[in-house]
């Protein structure tokens, strides 16, 4: 990480209202620090892309300012721009043109003057090198997706945005991306992503931001957020199933699951006391009996689901994918 501790992208108050009228972002304020991966998560529509877009000047904002390493995009839109590397959600495609000419033509689109050197190490690393004279439509998704990366990385951007990065893409090439994101960081390049996929950025955040209908509802360390958020469960399963949750025990944090056979009881991690105790006394005094326990803690995909849906019904407890 940068000793610079200015944020790398500074965002303030931006909206985004298309000509159609519907407002895609409300007030969204964010700094992005250097030289950490910073993931944006939100369901479709949620306004990632617009996000992103108006950060790389591809889309004007309606409000708010927005300054890339202390750049304004709209006052400064070169310079901010020369910092910034896109790698968008669609292979566009110089099919016929070969790997490196594709490389070289965009690190010139930047006024860049050539640096073969540096475009070597860019292929190198991203284990592009061998490909370097095949024509882009030669290669398979995963490799042109590494051109994209390639692309992006041309004029030695400090920013790089990664528009879902491993939609459609095999496990294994998955995991490889998640090296490279991983490499290209130590390099000094600050990550932000967007993804569908929870998992991966549960795997390689260290920040992550939860946008939901425009507006940016959370943005949290990583391990705080799974911290403050997480709930853990226990769950009983019953030696008879039950019908319906005990009167006795109406208002308790507890579920019915597994058609009536499984007694699942929610706490929060940070409370004092978890309840547990209580809880098993009552049920012996019931009658009720269980014949094994476990418990389990929400994972990051459950947290996701939970923020995303359930403050849209006015905040409900169920929290699963
Ligand atoms: N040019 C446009 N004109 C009008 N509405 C638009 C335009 N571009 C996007 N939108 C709308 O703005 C909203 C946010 O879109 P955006 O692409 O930013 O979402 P997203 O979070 O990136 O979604 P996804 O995960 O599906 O990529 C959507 O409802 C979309 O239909």
Redesign the pocket.
């Known amino acids: 990480m940068s000793n610079d501790p200015s944020p790398i992208v500074s965002i303030r108050n931006l909206g ?1 209202t ?3 009228g ?1 407002t ?2 409300r007030d969204v304020s964010l700094d992005i620090r250097r030289g950490e991966i910073f993931a944006l998560l ?12 108006i950060v790389c000047g591809i ?1 004007n904002a309606s409000s708010g300012t927005v300054l890339a390493d202390g750049h304004d995009i709209v006052r400064e839109a070169r310079a901010a721009r020369m910092k910034i590397g896109l790698v968008p ?1 669609e292979l566009s495609t110089d099919a016929f043109e070969s790997v490196w000419a594709t490389v070289r033509f965009s690190r010139g689109l930047f006024g860049r003057p050539p640096n073969p050197v540096y475009l070597e190490k860019v292929l190198r690393s991203l284990s592009l090198w061998d490909k370097k004279d095949s024509k882009i439509m030669a290669l398979s998704g995963g490799m042109k997706r590494r051109v994209l990366i390639a692309k992006a990385l041309s004029h030695e951007p400090r920013i790089l945005f990664l ?2 990065p491993t939609a459609g893409v095999d496990v294994e090439l998955r995991r490889d991306m998640w090296q490279l994101v991983r490499e290209l960081r130590e390099s000094g390049v600050t990550i932000i992503l ?1 993804t ?1 996929y929870i998992e991966e950025a549960e795997e390689m955040a260290d920040r992550i931001g939860v ?1 939901r209908k ?1 507006e940016l509802v959370v943005v949290e360390d990583k391990h705080v957020l799974m911290r403050k958020l997480g709930k853990k469960q226990l769950t009983l399963q019953l030696q008879a199933p039950l019908q319906a949750i005990p009167q006795e025990l109406t208002g308790e944090p507890l579920e019915l699951a597994d058609g009536g056979n499984a007694l699942v009881y929610t706490f929060d991690t940070q409370a004092e006391r978890t309840g547990i105790a209580t809880l098993l006394r009552r049920l012996g005094d019931l009658g009720i009996g269980f014949k094994d326990l476990h418990s389990s803690e929400s994972s990051l995909e459950e947290i996701f689901v939970s923020l995303v849906h359930d403050e849209s019904r006015g905040g409900g407890k169920e929290a699963r994918a």
């Open positions: 985004k298309y000509a159609s519907f895609a972002l939100g369901p479709n529509g949620a306004g990632k892309t617009t996000l992103i877009n889309v959600q528009d879902e967007t569908h946008i425009g």
